[in-house]
């Protein structure tokens, strides 16, 4: 009995080391810069990860976070259908209670350039322009108020019906109004500003 105990025992030993758990196996590593993110955040699971380049500088690394629900109805879509996978993925967005983007620094990038550039992105995708303007500042004295946005340095976004809340290190800023689906059409729709993040969504979620 005692030995059929032991034996019963390496084996489960040996399948854990064998068979990692699932989250663990779910957190991802952007490959572009080797910058890692979690499994979850806030009991959203992981979609997918990417690098932000700018000619040849690899600036930051995004990985978005959202709804459980959001991602398996992604799992019916075939990874082939690329194009059907970001569409079903942008849908469901808009009924997800939250979308976070993290944004993870490689490059130092000061405040007011790394403001002005991501409401550059949303700008066009967006017909609130005085959020845009709050979305800026919001962006602007988060980062300033540590001098510059240098590698480390952790952006987050949280999209909601609220708008689009900004925090910096973990420091939350404000919240702009309105831009949710605006925000997230940075990195979704056809223009995006990552394409490698774009792929690793369909990767990661599709079948």
Known sequence: MLARRISRAIGLAAS?????????????????????????IGGLPLFGVGVRKKGPIKVYSVGMYSDAAAK?????????NKSGALSTL??????????????????KVGAEKMAGAIADSVTPR????????TLKKLILDGVASKGAA??????????????????VDGNEVGTAPGL????????????????????????????
Do not use: H, W
């Open 72 to 80: 398996a109805g992604m799992s019916s879509v075939s990874k082939s």
């Open 126 to 133: 967006a017909s609130n322009k005085a959020a845009v303007e």
């Open 90 to 107: 942008r849908d469901s967005l808009k009924s997800t209670t939250q979308t976070t983007f993290l944004l993870k620094m490689n490059f």
């Open 16 to 40: 854990l080391c064998l068979f990692p758990a699932a989250d663990a196996a779910a957190a991802l590593v952007d490959p572009a810069t080797k910058i890692k993110f979690d499994d979850s």
């Open 180 to 207: 949710r689906q605006a925000f997230c059409d940075v990195y979704l729709d056809d223009k995006g500003v990552s394409p490698a993040f774009r792929n690793s969504c369909v990767e990661n979620c599709c079948s």
């Open 150 to 167: 240098t590698p480390g340095t952790v952006l987050q976004f949280d999209c909601s019906d609220a708008g689009v809340k900004v925090s």
